[in-house]
């Protein structure tokens, strides 16, 4: 079992930056993710992390400014985003996976998730 824990969250106006931070209780060595998902909406995958070699996952709407990384040591997960843009506003997930997955921007490969952190951006 992995308990995953969010914070980072908050209220900013476009284009400003937030971090977001994922702790795990235990070392994750699959995948890590962060999702989001606004009122009305379906749950979408925002970026990914592969642990075993860095490898990096964007969904097409964030690349160029959102950053996912992770400090192995702190069995942490980070999701630096910048220029934020009022469609960002949602609640943020970080989930994980310990097996290989394919779709690493599915929510149904992920075994584990945190709470959640809420990000708003307003215009």
């Known amino acids: 079992q992995v308990l995953l824990v969010e914070s980072g969250g908050g209220s900013v106006q476009a284009g400003g930056s937030l971090r977001l931070s994922c702790v795990a209780s235990?070392?994750?060595?699959?995948?890590m993710g962060w999702f989001r998902q606004a009122p009305g909406k379906e749950r979408e995958g925002v970026a990914a992390?592969?642990?075993?070699?860095?490898?990096?996952y964007y969904t097409e709407s964030v690349k160029g400014r959102f950053t996912i990384s992770q400090d192995n040591g702190k069995n942490t997960v980070y999701l630096q985003m910048n220029s934020l843009k009022p469609e960002d506003t949602a609640m943020y997930y970080c989930a994980a996976s310990r097996r290989w997955i394919a779709r690493v921007l599915f929510g149904s490969e992920y075994n584990y998730w945190g709470q959640g952190t809420q990000v708003t951006v307003s215009s």
């Open positions: 992390i592969y642990i075993g070699d860095d490898t990096t």
């Open positions: 235990a070392y994750t060595h699959g995948f």
